[in-house]
């Protein structure tokens, strides 16, 4: 999978937790332009690739490429402003700002090669948004929260967005929204990773599915494969 094409390589990773040793050398590849959903069990260590990626827990081990430099252990300001974007499972936002001014928080320029994003886009993907773009952030509910952690994020023009359980705790309607956006997202060119516990929309928007378990990736492969695999669903997925 390596080659021309390749945005972001993840190789022999590792990281601890203090003394516990959690990715034991994770192995994937994101290509221009594609999704990936990273499944598997709780405690299998999604989050943790995604910090890890990102530095906010620095790797042990191993090396994470993005467009063949090595940026394993870099700052995760420095990853940011190099083209990956984060949006924690935990919303980021500043209660005491507006709507707005969270969004305007969040435009950067970005890598020349980036996708373009504009705060109307947003509105548009989430009226409520802009309903109540004047509304203080700690006023919003959990769920529209969620909407501007995203948001936020991808005004800073990134090649690639690390998303984490975007879906958890929203009302049915809202999460199909929020798969809407991240299909729309893949559409207009960026790439995606997403840690997404709900089977159906992370088969749905992925390109490719990396299941992980013990630490490590156990299984690369299509949404289809994975629905027709009932031993991988057993092992490692529990449904
Ligand atoms: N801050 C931390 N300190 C110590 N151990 C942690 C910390 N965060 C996570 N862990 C442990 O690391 C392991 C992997 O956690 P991680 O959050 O990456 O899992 P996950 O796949 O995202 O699952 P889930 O989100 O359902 O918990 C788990 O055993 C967890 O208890
Ligand atoms: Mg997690």
């Known amino acids: 999978?390596?080659?021309?094409?390749?945005?972001?390589?993840?190789?022999?990773?590792?990281?601890?937790?203090?003394?516990s040793h959690i990715l034991h050398g994770?192995?994937?590849?994101?290509?221009?332009?594609?999704?990936v959903s990273l499944l598997g069990r709780n405690g299998s260590g999604r989050s943790t690739t995604l910090k890890a990626i990102m530095g906010i827990v620095p790797p042990t081990r191993g090396r994470v490429r993005l467009l063949n430099r090595d940026i394993a252990g870099a700052?995760?300001?420095?990853?940011?402003?190099?083209?990956?974007?984060?949006?924690?499972?935990?919303?980021?936002i500043?209660?005491?700002?507006?709507?707005?001014?969270?969004l305007r928080m969040g435009e950067q320029r970005g890598t020349v090669d980036a996708p373009k994003w504009t705060v109307e886009q947003m509105f548009d993907y989430f009226p409520r948004l802009k309903e109540r773009r004047?509304?203080?952030?700690?006023?919003?509910?959990?769920?529209?929260?969620?909407?501007?952690?995203m948001c936020r994020s991808l005004l800073g023009n990134p090649l690639v967005i690390l998303i984490d359980e975007p879906t958890e705790g929203l009302a049915p309607k809202i999460v199909a929204v929020v798969g809407e956006a991240i299909a729309d997202i893949h559409r207009r060119g960026a790439s995606v990773v997403l840690v997404e516990q709900k089977l159906a929309i992370a088969l749905k928007v992925a390109s490719r599915v990396c299941v992980m378990g013990h630490g490590r990736v156990v299984f690369e492969g299509t949404p289809d494969q994975v629905t027709s695999n009932t031993q991988l669903l057993k092992d490692w997925l529990a449904v």
């Open 26 to 35: 994770v192995d994937f590849q994101v290509t221009h332009n594609e999704v």
């Open 75 to 92: 700052r995760p300001s420095t990853i940011c402003r190099n083209g990956i974007a984060y949006v924690p499972e935990e919303r980021e």
């Open 94 to 102: 500043f209660v005491n700002l507006t709507v707005d001014e969270n």
């Open 1 to 19: 999978m390596s080659g021309q094409n390749e945005l972001l390589s993840v190789e022999g990773l590792h990281a601890h937790y203090g003394k």
């Open 134 to 149: 004047n509304t203080k952030a700690g006023n919003l509910s959990g769920g529209e929260q969620q909407m501007l952690t």
